[in-house]
């Protein structure tokens, strides 16, 4: 069964508009997983412009008091304050992204290879025996970018699907991306890695991703499902994609 993590950065970045506490990123964070959601996922950006350090440790407090099953996943790129954070707030799961904090978006995965010195250092310092390390990776990773994805001691990679999600009026270049990542899944899989996969992942697209990428753990969706829930409410829509995941 693939898991349902919710990304809250789009619910974090609705309630940047005005200096209001609302909508409130916790209470959005208790109707997801009272609908069900198996996580929370977040991305701090050091410009903040969505969720905030302060958020982090809110949904952190919220998590350990009274969702003590649900995983806090925290992604983002692996400097020092960054690093610093995931040691304070102590999360399960840490994905690590590539991301220059200039970036508008993740629109990449690591360059396995070239970054495994790096990679193996921060892997080391994080990696606990309750905590998940996933590192973000291209769609077209390939077999020798998944031996190097392993090589640094992640439990997982998380499939980047934005190229996927872009396909969204081409089924045919849909298709195409799709078989490329159901390859790297497979050689993932192969080499004893864990697979996470997100971004630009929705109601629509979400059944032949299932269909044609077997073996996913969990996906972190935030832009797509907030959308639908600003028409059904959060708690439908959660409802929603835990369906979209579980008719597979
Ligand atoms: C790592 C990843 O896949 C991203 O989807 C990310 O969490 C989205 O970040 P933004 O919400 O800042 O676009
Ligand atoms: N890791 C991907 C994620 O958390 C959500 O991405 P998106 O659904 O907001 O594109």
Redesign the pocket.
Known sequence: MTLLSV?L??VAQLRNRRNLPWPSVTGIARVVLDAGASGI?V?PRPDERHIRRTDVFDLSALLRAEYPEAEFNI?GYPSEDFLALIEDVDPQQV?LVPDDPAQATSDHGWDFAGKGNFLTSVVQRLKRSDRRISLFCDPDAGAAGIAAAKATGADRV?LFTGPYGACHDDPEQARQELAVLAETCKAALAAGLGVNA????TLDNLPAFQAAVPGVAEV?????ITADALVMGFAEAVAAYRKALADR
């Open positions: 990304n950065n789009a996922t991305h992604e994905t998380e997100g971004h630009d992942l972190s969706i935030g832009h797509g």
